[in-house]
């Protein structure tokens, strides 16, 4: 279990509790002013890249004494977990609201609206409240440039997206809005994601691995590759002697997305817990 499971899960996969999606906690003054001020001001997100290109490059006791800081004022406002697929699918079973919204991250690195992300609440009425913030903040930011209309989706129609963007190769995570609050399901790959550049290229983990590891079944692998052309991690090798692909826990983020390349079904994910060499790697 993550630090977050232990602290705004008591115990249990914390981005399964509703109560962190809760009406209550997005009312929260402070917590508006801050998604607000996310959703306004998407050049903030690449000043904080260019924050950590600097810090990559001080001196290591720079480093040494500002990572942590660092990384403890991210865990307060804006982190978020890898997850995989099923659990996407629980998270929208109980979330009352699904909108689709334009990618932050592909704003500044695209430079063009692509709309993977998705806000989820829990609301008793069918429109977000997520969705209510954002048209205060500016209702053009929703409708975008090219679109027209509000993109309210029935979880059927958003699973059945977020199904396709892994076919695709995306990884998907959750976020919060100033934890435990967890507004948003993303779609992630290392080039155009700046959380993913930051966790993986720049080692400053703004989102934790997911809580399992993936494991190939020997049996059941035709040693194809094409699993690997998926892994944004860099966690599969392929073995010449056995003409089997090998995953090493070390490097796996657990996200699953290699799964669906795989037509022999021969992967499968295991609770990151009873995987001793990745227990306590996040
Ligand atoms: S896609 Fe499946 S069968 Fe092919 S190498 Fe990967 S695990 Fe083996
Ligand atoms: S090996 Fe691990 S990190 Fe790579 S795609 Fe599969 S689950 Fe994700």
């Known amino acids: 279990m993550c630090e977050f499971c232990h602290k705004h899960g008591e115990g249990k996969k914390w981005y399964l509790q509703a109560q962190n999606y809760s009406e209550d906690l997005l009312s929260d003054l402070r917590r508006r002013k801050f998604i607000g001020e996310f959703f306004q001001y998407p050049d903030n997100l690449e000043e904080k890249v260019g924050e950590l290109d600097k810090l990559r490059q001080a001196p290591s006791f720079v480093r040494a004494v500002m990572t942590p800081f660092m990384l403890n004022r991210q865990k307060k406002v804006h982190y978020g977990q890898v997850v995989p697929v099923e659990d996407i699918d629980r998270i929208l079973g109980f979330v009352n609201s699904v909108v689709r919204l334009p990618c932050m991250c592909r704003q500044v690195t695209v430079g063009s609206e692509q709309r993977y992300c998705y806000g989820v609440s829990m609301v008793p009425q069918s429109e977000s409240q997520f969705t209510q913030i954002l048209r205060e903040i500016d209702a053009a930011y929703l409708t975008g440039p090219n679109t027209s209309g509000l993109e309210t989706l029935s979880k059927e129609l958003a699973l059945t997206s977020i199904h396709e963007l892994e076919k695709k190769g995306l990884c998907h995570t959750v976020w919060t809005f100033m934890a435990p609050f967890i507004g948003g399901i993303c779609n992630c790959d290392r080039s155009d994601c700046l959380a993913m550049r930051a966790t993986v290229t720049m080692s400053f983990p703004v989102m934790f691995r997911?809580?399992?590891?993936?494991?190939?079944?020997?049996?059941?692998?035709?040693?194809?590759?094409q699993c690997m052309r998926v892994c944004q991690f860099g966690a599969m090798g392929y073995s010449i002697a056995h003409e089997k692909v090998i995953i090493d826990p070390r490097r796996c983020y657990g996200c699953g997305i290699c799964r669906s390349s795989c037509t022999k079904n021969a992967i499968g994910l295991d609770e990151r817990s009873k995987i001793p060499l990745a227990s306590r790697l996040w």
């Open 210 to 225: 997911a809580e399992y590891v993936a494991g190939v079944n020997p049996d059941l692998c035709n040693g194809c590759r």
